[in-house]
């Protein structure tokens, strides 16, 4: 979000625009908490993670009566127009600010879990799936030498996206996704072959959307005697140093977002597609159904084999 927030904020100075920040996301819209932003603002933030911006819940955005406080505010500080970075529920108050007030917001995706489905990837994603990645790098050696089998627990409640990469890009044995039933049998007669074959570790990789770990690995006690560990990564995939991909989109995604408000195309929000950034209309957005990358998917149980 932060290399997002650079690129905004000089971008648009570098189009003649004054640029404001707002903290804390919808709830520090409604009370005001902006700042005038310049060149300087921004320096130094790039290789961090988070946002200088700082985020919070704000469940009564909803309501057009906090719509109408945040309009209010922006007409006080002559904002013409406002930059959204986040998932579902913040492109949703796009959208409302588009249908009750016709005020030019535009949305920059930001999720770690993917899933929004308009979009190949959301900024955060890629990094959180390096964070996977390394995880399962220092796993794989202490789960080797003691010959276990390790559940990685990663994030994604109703998107397995951190779950499919992290296991293609980690050599995961085993994969499990809230897209696909589970099958316990399968699964435990799976690391009984990879027992038989030689092999001295398996990683089970599990979206937090299938079950939570300890109840995977009790499931998994009754079938088989082979030693079970669970490992949850938790929010340490929501932090650290964004990846070079990462970077890169949150600039493009931010400069096309300016270039909108620029061009008055209030209610669209970016994405990228076959490694082209492009916009759309929010409500289509929102409405685009998600679907399992089964290509990804069965790449991955091909080459766990």
């Known amino acids: 979000m932060n290399s997002a927030i650079r690129a905004a904020v000089r971008y648009g100075i570098s189009e003649g625009m004054e640029v404001y920040g707002i903290e804390c996301g919808y709830r520090g819209l409604i009370n005001g908490y902006i700042t005038r932003m310049d060149n300087r603002s921004v320096s130094g933030i790039i290789q961090k993670g988070g ?22 505010v922006l007409a006080a500080y002559g904002i013409e127009g406002v930059i959204v970075i986040g998932g579902d529920g913040s492109f949703r108050g796009i959208q409302d600010m588009k249908t009750n007030f016709g005020y030019p917001f535009v949305g920059v995706p930001g ?8 979009t190949d990837f959301t900024l955060g994603f890629d990094t959180a799936v390096n964070t996977v990645l390394w995880a399962v790098n220092n796993l794989r050696d202490t789960m080797t030498s003691h010959e276990r089998v390790c559940i ?7 998107c397995g996206d951190i779950a499919i990469y992290g296991a293609l890009a980690g050599g995961a ?16 007669k799976k690391i009984i072959q990879n027992k038989i074959k030689g092999k001295k570790s398996d990683i089970i990789m599990l979206a937090e959307g299938v079950c939570d770990a300890e109840v995977l690995r009790e499931e998994l006690k009754k079938r088989t005697s082979i030693s ?25 995604f931010a400069a096309r977002a300016v270039d909108l408000l620029k061009q008055d195309k209030g209610g669209r929000v970016v994405g990228i597609k076959n490694n082209k950034i492009f916009d759309m209309e929010v409500g289509q957005a929102l409405n685009t159904p998600r679907k399992l990358n089964k290509e990804l998917y069965e790449l991955v149980n091909k080459l766990s084999q």
Do not use: W
Not at 61 to 67: D, L, V
Not at 111 to 118: P, Q, S
Not at 152 to 158: A, N
């Open 152 to 158: 990685v627990e990663v994030m994604g409640r109703k």
């Open 228 to 252: 079970l560990r669970t490992v949850k990564l938790g929010h340490i995939q929501r932090g650290g140093t964004p990846t070079m991909a990462d970077r890169v989109l949150g600039a493009k």
């Open 51 to 72: 946002t200088i911006l700082k985020t919070d819940r704000c469940p009564e955005f909803k309501e057009i009566e906090y719509q109408q406080k945040a309009v209010d």
């Open 173 to 188: 044995e085993i994969m499990l996704v809230p897209e696909v039933q589970v099958d316990i049998a399968a699964i435990s």
């Open 111 to 118: 999720t770690i879990d993917n899933d929004l489905a308009y």
